[in-house]
């Protein structure tokens, strides 16, 4: 649990990306008139949830005035009102909202994370900073691979920026699964323990959710699906 934890730490600390770190500074000086008094976080947003997960869930990147005004993934607007009030509603998370980091919110089996740490422009990070990113995907991974049992991947550039990821301790078919709303696929570990099951929901993104091509009841089906393939 302490290696997840320094791992976390080092995250917080990283500038590999210029583009990045200039547009996450950016949004914390200027700000959203709704959260003018506060201090944004404007820094990579680490992994959140247990060491010990079975579950871990993936998405994009932290939203501009989100996690990375709050510093915890999925946390402070309409896209963590959405899938906390899902993973609540399937037992994996203690209440229904996610507003700010202190607000005492717990995981249960389930950890969120996302291949790019720090907010992009118009949510939209490049393959170069995608790739930049990777090795710390890869290290929370490989911590969290003597739990890990199945993985839910939310929307298709995560879906894609992971694949790459899990090769490193499971074995990813080729030709690659292709991301749906639903699939999943087993994938066999290269070290002989236990398989990882894959899951793709579409992101909890407002585009989605509020067109109805993300429902409630859709997303939550995805997710307890998931938890029973973990165990959980």
């Known amino acids: 649990?302490?290696?997840?934890?320094?791992?976390?730490?080092?995250?917080?600390t990283c500038r590999a990306c210029p583009r990045l770190v200039a547009w996450r500074?950016?949004?914390?000086?200027?700000?959203?008139?709704?959260?003018?008094?506060?201090?944004?976080?404007?820094?990579p947003v680490p992994g959140f949830g247990p060491a010990d997960?079975?579950?871990a869930?993936?998405?994009?990147?932290?939203?501009?005035?989100?996690?990375?005004?709050?510093?915890?993934?999925?946390?402070?607007?309409?896209?963590?009102?959405f899938l906390y009030a899902a993973l609540h509603a399937v037992g994996l998370a203690s209440q229904p909202t996610s507003v700010?980091?202190?607000?005492?919110?717990?995981?249960?089996?389930?950890?969120?994370?996302?291949?790019?740490?720090?907010?992009?422009?118009?949510?939209?990070?490049t393959a170069e900073e995608r790739d930049n990113c990777r090795p710390w995907l890869i290290g929370e991974l490989e911590l969290l691979r003597p739990t890990l049992r199945a993985v839910v991947v939310l929307g298709g550039f995560g879906w894609q920026a992971l694949l790459p990821v899990l090769a490193a301790c499971w074995e990813v078919?080729?030709?690659?699964?292709?991301?749906?709303?639903?699939?999943?696929?087993?994938?066999?570990?290269?070290?002989?323990?236990?398989?990882?099951?894959?899951?793709?929901?579409?992101?909890?993104?407002?585009?989605?959710?509020?067109?109805?091509?993300l429902t409630p009841d859709m997303l939550q089906d995805v997710l307890r699906r998931a938890a029973r393939a973990a165990g959980l």
């Open 1 to 12: 649990m302490r290696e997840l934890h320094d791992l976390d730490l080092r995250v917080t």
């Open 100 to 125: 700010r980091a202190d607000d005492g919110l717990e995981l249960y089996g389930t950890r969120i994370t996302a291949p790019v740490k720090c907010a992009p422009p118009d949510n939209k990070p």
């Open 57 to 81: 869930l993936v998405g994009l990147a932290p939203a501009a005035h989100g996690g990375n005004r709050t510093g915890r993934m999925f946390t402070g607007d309409p896209s963590a009102d």
């Open 25 to 43: 500074e950016e949004v914390a000086r200027v700000k959203r008139a709704a959260f003018a008094a506060e201090t944004y976080w404007a820094r």
């Open 173 to 213: 078919p080729r030709p690659a699964p292709k991301f749906g709303h639903g699939v999943s696929f087993e994938l066999p570990a290269l070290d002989g323990g236990a398989p990882l099951e894959l899951f793709g929901s579409y992101h909890v993104s407002p585009h989605n959710t509020y067109t109805g091509r």
């Open 53 to 55: 997960a079975r579950l």
